[in-house]
């Protein structure tokens, strides 16, 4: 049985793999998108690249403010110019609604009448058509244009009316999100940019907050990200490099760490959290018996395995009881169960854990402990989440309303974009809001010192400050259970806890 098993693994596509390794916001899962828009736009020209038909509002309209010494970046394609279908109450109105004084074009992207935001979205449409991917999440950009209507419904952002710029990027790889990213930021130079980019695409980030000196709301953070970057950039989840942190911390809580041989394996995707988790176990009085990098590319399944054999043996040797797994969870798993190590395994990223892909049988995963979130059953019920359900629903009474375990496989995982991109358009109002009029980089990031205690759906716990970027703080101990379902569900054990610094 293994050989065929291990020859079935051989033949899988590296790309595969990769989308199986997808972090999906929150959560992560493979979905659709309808590449149709149910915006109230339909003014673009079907060759207009910079907006595309998913843009609501042509922000290279002609603006009667464009004379206007104020905007003085009016050139044709900048949302500096204005919009000329801007809101008619927000364009009569160019004060600012906290008394903050008069509204300006006081930053890119922002006019006296409007904020312009990007927002990339994953093509899931371009997956699930591959093959790549079993369902989709509805239609994304339905669900972002509800919560921003509703946010414009009552007032926007101090007057100036929210308007979004759209564009769908592969996750395989970098190429589509550094086009989506020169798109939003260049192409069309909006003053934020909601969702980021996920999986293997993730070093593109930087491309939004480095190169394009753009604000972001979303993708996944490093330090060394962060170093990169020449504007603010807030993560809805815990940043990577705080997750083994935490993770240790609710380990200590339960008395796991005390005796515990502990070795560590990072793939080359997560090398820097890799570099710094043995100093982290020495901080909690546990020392690494044994520390890897398994730096064989990841999602090649060849390869992984080969490096596995040397690696398998040197645990063996080290008379290790525990592997701490920091990246490439499926390639660790597998290889445990192959070489018939005998340990414990913890595994820091519960994304990775979540979406084992075909590799890995479930049961090879039996009892891996690691840290999360609230399950989506959970997230679905919270009270913050309950308020965006109520306003998406409101909106579009017809899409699905039903606990996320009670979906259907292959059905489109709609409940995923319902409460994530609502989480998204609810940090931009929490941190834009306090700006008041004069609406810049620097009066955004400012904003943090009145949000080191707030909520978002699904994250009960969370907060922001001058050195604190990932608003994450809810978690909760929990072990994969092969028997939860067909493919096997991360369970918890552990009621949430409040993880905030």
């Known amino acids: 049985m293994t050989d065929e098993v291990t020859a079935k693994w051989r033949g899988m596509s590296r790309v595969l793999r990769l989308v199986a390794l997808l972090a999906v916001l929150v959560m992560i899962g493979a979905a659709c998108t309808s590449s149709s828009s149910d915006d109230e736009s339909g003014d673009d020209e079907p060759g207009d690249t910079a907006a595309d038909d998913s843009v609501a509002d042509d922000p290279a309209a002609d603006d009667p403010a464009a004379d206007d010494p104020a905007a003085d970046d009016g050139a044709a394609g900048d949302p500096a110019a204005g919009d000329a279908d801007a809101d008619d109450a927000a364009a009569d109105d160019t004060t600012d609604d906290t008394g903050g004084g008069e509204l300006?074009?006081?930053?890119?992207?922002?006019?006296?009448?409007?904020?312009?935001?990007?927002?990339?979205?994953?093509?899931?449409?371009?997956?699930?058509?591959?093959?790549?991917?079993?369902?989709?999440?509805?239609d994304q950009q339905l669900v972002y244009q509800t919560y921003i209507d509703d946010l414009n419904a009552?007032?926007?952002?101090?007057?100036?009316?929210?308007?979004?710029?759209?564009?769908?990027?592969?996750?395989?790889?970098?190429?589509?999100?550094?086009?989506?990213c020169v798109a939003l930021t260049e192409d069309n130079e909006?003053?934020?940019?909601?969702?980021?980019?996920?999986?293997?695409?993730e070093p593109a980030n930087t491309c939004i907050t480095g190169t394009q000196e753009t604000i972001l709301i979303g993708g996944r953070q490093t330090a060394e990200r962060r170093a990169e970057s020449n504007a603010p950039w807030f993560e809805i989840q815990a940043s990577r490099d705080r997750r083994l942190d935490i993770f240790l911390s609710l380990l200590d809580s339960t008395g796991r760490l005390e005796g515990a041989q502990v070795a560590v394996v990072g793939g080359i995707a997560t090398e820097e959290e890799f570099n710094s988790s043995g100093d982290v176990l020495r901080s909690f009085g546990v020392e690494p018996v044994l520390e890897i990098l398994n730096d064989s590319p990841e999602g090649d399944?060849?390869?992984e395995n080969a490096a596995w054999e040397v690696i398998a043996e040197r645990i063996r040797q080290s008379d290790a009881d525990t592997l701490l797994i920091i990246g490439s969870t499926s390639a660790a798993i597998r290889n445990v169960s192959l070489n018939g190590l005998d340990v414990e395994m913890w595994a820091v990223d519960s994304d990775n854990l979540n979406n084992l892909g075909e590799s890995v049988v479930p049961d090879m995963a039996q009892g891996v402990l690691t840290v999360t979130g609230l399950t989506d059953d959970q997230i679905w019920v919270d009270p913050?989440?309950?308020?965006?359900?109520?306003?998406?629903?409101a909106a579009n009474p017809d899409v699905p309303n039903k606990l996320p375990s009670e979906y259907a496989e292959g059905e489109?995982?709609?409940?995923?974009?319902?409460?994530?991109?609502?989480?998204?358009?609810?940090?931009?109002?929490?941190?834009?809001?306090?700006?008041?009029a004069d609406l810049t980089h620097e009066s955004f990031a400012g904003s943090v010192t009145g949000l080191s205690e707030f909520a978002?759906?699904?994250?009960?716990?969370?907060?922001?400050?001058?050195d604190k970027f990932d608003?994450?703080?809810t978690f909760l101990l929990a072990e994969f259970d092969a028997t939860a379902s067909e493919t096997g569900e991360i369970v918890p054990i552990s009621d949430p806890i409040d993880v905030t610094p």
Do not use: H
């Open 301 to 303: 399944i060849p390869a």
């Open 384 to 393: 913050e989440t309950e308020k965006c359900k109520e306003i998406f629903y």
């Open 104 to 138: 300006t074009a006081s930053a890119r992207g922002v006019t006296p009448e409007s904020v312009f935001i990007g927002v990339s979205m994953l093509d899931f449409e371009f997956l699930v058509e591959s093959n790549l991917a079993p369902q989709g999440w509805g």
């Open 456 to 466: 978002l759906p699904g994250i009960p716990f969370a907060s922001l400050g001058p």
């Open 471 to 473: 608003a994450g703080d």
């Open 190 to 201: 909006v003053f934020a940019v909601l969702g980021g980019f996920l999986g293997p695409s």
């Open 412 to 436: 489109d995982q709609w409940f995923t974009p319902i409460y994530a991109f609502c989480r998204d358009v609810k940090l931009l109002e929490l941190l834009a809001t306090p700006a008041g």
């Open 154 to 180: 009552r007032g926007g952002i101090n007057g100036r009316m929210v308007e979004a710029i759209y564009e769908f990027y592969s996750p395989l790889g970098t190429t589509e999100a550094e086009a989506a």
